[in-house]
């Protein structure tokens, strides 16, 4: 299906363990990005990629890491989970046409850490 | 520490009335402007951007920008109980690619 898709929708898991969050978009974008969403705190950005093997630390990088050996991919690992990563993920793509950088959103991963 | 500030709300308003949504941001190398709305439990859509000072109209929905102010406004006119979601204000600079998203202003649209 063309579009961006995140998998799981939903994880839950323990302190300690390591877990990825996928997310894979059909429409060749170049740029991709993690954010995590909690109350009072709205979209946060984790890490974004500007092309396949290019990745940056966003607002709140710390205990996740990122990869990007292809353009469609953009796979999310939190190394070793805590608590307070417990929080929905949202994976976006984006690509600049007329100027307009808007950013389409996939479904979202709603995370658990026991 | 670049800030997107938005009233969390929530922002109640009856059928048919205009919908004031504010947001105010820090950086005043700040280029491009967004709205989006979010519906519980769904991802955040794009409804309106906005790049020069003035307002901007689509359909119901006029987007507002002050730059000299660093403020950015979104009305919703002839609110319908469909609107009744939250607004994600967003805000990048030059490139535009990281953008800066305010915590949102959940509205409610009465029947």
């Known amino acids: 299906d063309a579009g961006i898709t995140q998998s799981p929708r939903y994880k839950i898991t323990e302190t300690g363990r390591q877990v990825t969050l996928m997310c894979h978009q059909t429409?060749?974008?170049?740029?991709m990005f993690w954010y995590r969403q909690d109350l009072g705190h709205g979209l946060r950005l984790i890490y974004y990629s500007a092309a396949a093997d290019i990745t940056d630390k966003g607002e709140v990088p710390d205990g996740y890491v990122v990869s990007r050996s292809k353009t469609e991919n953009f796979p999310l690992t939190l190394e070793s989970a805590t608590r307070s990563q417990t929080s929905v993920y949202f994976c976006a793509s984006s690509e600049s046409k007329a100027g307009v950088d808007e950013q389409f959103f996939g479904p979202g991963t709603r995370l658990t850490v026991l | 520490q670049k800030e997107v500030e938005q009233n969390s709300g929530p922002l109640s308003v009856p059928e048919g009335a205009i919908a004031s949504l504010n947001c105010t941001y820090s950086d005043r190398g700040s280029q491009s402007f967004f709205w989006y709305r979010q519906y519980s439990g769904k991802s955040p859509e794009l409804i309106m951007f906005i790049y020069s000072n003035g307002d901007k109209e689509d359909g119901r929905f006029t987007a507002q920008l002050n730059k000299a102010s660093q403020y950015v406004s979104l009305l919703i006119r002839d609110s319908q109980p469909s609107d009744s979601a939250t607004y994600l204000c967003?805000?990048?600079?030059?490139?535009?690619?990281?953008?800066?998203f305010g915590a949102g202003t959940r509205l409610f649209v009465k029947a």
């Open positions: 429409w060749s974008h170049s740029y």
């Open positions: 967003a805000v990048s600079g030059t490139g535009g690619f990281k953008t800066i």
